[in-house]
């Protein structure tokens, strides 16, 4: 058994802190050719996660928010928001299912967010077609706080 805790949760925040990207993944998978991925992804709040999508038909994402708070957002093709919802245990709203082919993004409400994120593999990574158009640039940090500002309006 893979047992989640609050000493493996603890474990993976203090990492996301110090990452230079904000969060930090623990693969319960163990290899990234698996055909399902389940990790734990913790972020902190300033993490940017690009609006992206993903074009294969089976590529759904599951997000279940064990401890802190996101927002996550669906986006239509020009970069409008579609929608808006805030996950965690405080809102009474644990998680979604993102489907394929969605452009998608989210941004962190408060320190130590965890979330249980369960996805097909293999592990693809997202090429550039599939990463919006209409997003910061990774390197444009005042661009992405501001982004990131207006998804949690």
Known sequence: MKIIDTSLLDTVSSEARTNQRLRMNYNFHTSMEEPIHRMLNAMEPGTFVPPHRHMDPDKLEVYIVLRGSLVAVEFDEAGNILQKVVLGPESGRYGLEIPARTWHSLAVL????????????????????????????????????????????
């Open 110 to 153: 408060e320190p130590g967010t965890v979330i249980y994120e369960i996805k097909e593999g293999p592990f693809a990574p997202v090429i550039p077609e599939n990463i919006a158009p209409w997003s910061p640039d990774p390197e444009d940090k005042e661009g992405i706080a501001v982004f990131l500002e207006q998804l949690t309006k």
